[in-house]
């Protein structure tokens, strides 16, 4: 079966740090890319960083350009997202997803997803 | 940036009821347009891709048609597990969603 499942949420100050993680099975995992995509509470869904199969292009949107670094490690079948100075508007459900064609990066539907993991920035 | 509006924003509908939903892009995305159902608490589940093709195990009641700026999501007949809501996603660029239509019992 294929099968996303995110760890790594929780409580957070701002400013603060957390890494997200996204353990994949049931696929070539390195033959895909992979996205984050996030969701504050009541509210429509936003993407927030790609990455290809390979691990060698990144894509970001701007919000987190330079606070947020999307990685993978195709050995571990594991996606990360690694999330530095945290606002109070990155609280969300964060959901991890697959790209829907091998060979695609970013520039494709997702059809898996993740049951996603939540992330609070608050003090 | 590449701005997906849906609408409407609440629609609701009956049982057995044919629904459309829309979806109107800031620019043209060509067929780069998939369809996704999300239930509270879920995570979102792919319906259409590439504007009109279905995943296998997606009903058939569910159709998707359009291309450059204008796109809509049809359910024929509505079943008692439809009610959701449903959001667009454009992949022309960089990805961005619509703001999602609850689709209610009426």
């Known amino acids: 079966e294929v099968q996303l499942l995110e760890s790594g949420g929780g409580l957070v100050q701002p400013g603060g740090s957390l890494r997200l993680s996204c353990a994949a099975s049931g696929f070539t995992f390195s033959s895909y890319g992979m996205s984050w995509v996030r969701q504050a509470p009541g509210k429509g869904l936003e993407w927030v960083s790609g990455?290809?199969?390979?691990?060698?292009?990144?894509y970001y949107t701007d919000s987190v350009k330079g606070r947020f670094t999307i990685s993978r490690d195709n050995s571990k079948n594991t996606l990360y997202l690694q999330m530095n100075s945290l606002r109070a508007e990155d609280t969300a459900v964060y959901y991890c997803?697959?790209?829907?064609?091998?060979?695609?990066?970013?520039?494709?539907?997702?059809?898996?997803w993740g049951q996603g993991t939540m992330v609070t920035v608050s003090s | 940036d590449i701005q997906m509006t849906q609408s409407p924003s609440t629609l609701s509908a009956s049982v057995g009821d044919r629904v459309t939903i829309t979806c109107r892009a800031s620019?043209?995305?060509?067929?780069?347009l998939a369809w996704y159902q999300q239930k509270p608490g879920k995570a979102p589940k792919l319906l259409i891709y590439?504007?009109?093709s279905l995943p296998s195990g997606v009903p058939s009641r569910f159709s998707g048609s359009g291309s450059g700026t204008e796109f809509t999501l049809t359910i024929s007949s509505l079943q008692p597990d439809d009610f959701a809501t449903y959001s667009c996603?454009?992949?022309?660029?960089?990805?961005?969603f619509g703001q999602g239509t609850k689709l209610e019992i009426k």
């Open positions: 590439q504007a009109s």
């Open positions: 997803a697959k790209i829907h064609s091998m060979g695609s990066t970013y520039r494709d539907a997702f059809d898996i």
């Open positions: 990455i290809s199969g390979s691990g060698g292009s990144t």
């Open positions: 996603q454009q992949y022309h660029g960089y990805s961005s």
């Open positions: 620019q043209s995305i060509s067929s780069r």
